[in-house]
């Protein structure tokens, strides 16, 4: 995959602007990593506690299968967090790579 950046004007060499979108692109995945891994971690201690594993857990939540409990919103929340940084860090690491 190509990704192109195109500048209107800039005084800055193509190398330092290049250096400066690896550098960044770098931190953002090493962020997305560390987001990542905390609502994982979150996952594991719901998972763990209700022996259940998250895709299954939210399938059922989303159904309606289960009850209110503070818990499942919780779960839900740190569910639909890993999704999402999951996806961010993928796509992150495809394009540092």
Do not use: P
Request: glycine share 4%.
């Amino acid at each position: 995959m190509n990704v192109q950046i195109q500048f209107k004007q800039t005084t800055f060499s193509a190398s330092d602007v290049e250096a400066t979108v690896a550098y960044a692109l770098q931190r953002e995945l090493e962020q997305a990593r560390l987001r990542r891994d905390h609502f994982a971690s979150q996952c594991q201690r719901f998972e763990e506690s209700y022996e259940m594993v998250s895709d299954t857990f939210l399938a059922k939540f989303e159904s309606g299968e289960l009850g209110d409990e503070e818990d499942y919103f919780d779960w839900y929340a740190a569910k639909r967090g890993y999704d999402l940084w999951e996806k961010r860090y993928q796509i992150l690491r495809e394009l540092v790579a």
